[in-house]
């Protein structure tokens, strides 16, 4: 009898979502803990450790305003056209 990994893996998913109190019982906690994470590691860059995140921040938004004036007067359509 050959085995058919495709049947052997359709098998496991029904049967596995076949109870959606225990996936929602296991899908709670992994939640929360996501939502959490951010909040920690907010915590954990605030005063000297969050300044070269903010730096960073800086430096792209004064590029992104650089390379806007640089080309505000190019079309958008003249880099197709060549």
Do not use: W
Not at 22 to 32: H, K, N
Not at 56 to 72: P, T
């Amino acid at each position: 009898m050959e085995l058919n990994s495709g049947h052997i893996l359709d098998q496991a998913r029904s049967g596995f979502f076949a109870v959606p109190a225990a996936a929602s019982f296991t899908a709670v906690p992994r939640s929360l803990a996501s939502s959490l994470s951010p909040s920690i590691a907010g915590a954990l860059y605030t005063g000297a450790m969050a300044t070269p995140l903010a730096l960073c921040g800086v430096l792209k938004s004064v590029y992104d305003v650089a390379l806007l004036v640089m080309f505000r007067k190019v079309p958008p359509g003249d880099r197709a056209a060549r």
